[in-house]
């Protein structure tokens, strides 16, 4: 009975910025670790950057120093800020997310359905 919804993809042009939203719904007793991915037609998913219950980021080396992910706990939401956009970002945007739904239940991964950004050079 949790979702996660993402938003915000769109067409930009190289250099530009663009942020995405991810909004968890639904019964969450405790939201944890949330994660952003990626993935281009005919490549792999790739983790772009994870952030903590208490804000600790990290990030791929591919977009260190241009994306920023945040958090707002209280809206149960994850943001990814995205600067300096390049070509090779163009990808389906996914989050994913360790959430229990109750006191009793243990960690389950649950995932968006991803939003498209694409990127003109």
């Known amino acids: 009975q949790v979702q996660l919804v993402e938003s915000g993809g769109d067409l930009v042009q190289a250099g530009g910025s663009l942020r995405l939203s991810c909004a968890a719904s639904?019964?969450?007793?405790?939201?944890?670790?949330m994660r952003w991915y990626r993935q281009a037609p005919g490549k792999q998913r790739e983790l772009v950057g994870t952030?903590?219950?208490?804000?600790?980021?990290n990030y791929a080396d591919s977009v260190k120093g241009r994306f920023t992910i945040s958090r707002d706990n209280a809206k149960n939401t994850v943001f990814l800020q995205m600067s300096s956009l390049k070509p090779e970002d163009t990808a389906v945007y996914s989050c994913?997310?360790?959430?229990?739904?109750?006191?009793?239940?243990?960690?389950?991964?649950?995932w968006g359905q991803g939003t498209q950004v694409t990127v003109s050079s």
């Open positions: 639904g019964r969450i007793y405790s939201l944890n670790t």
């Open positions: 994913n997310a360790d959430i229990t739904s109750s006191y009793s239940d243990y960690l389950r991964g649950y």
């Open positions: 952030i903590t219950r208490l804000g600790t980021t």
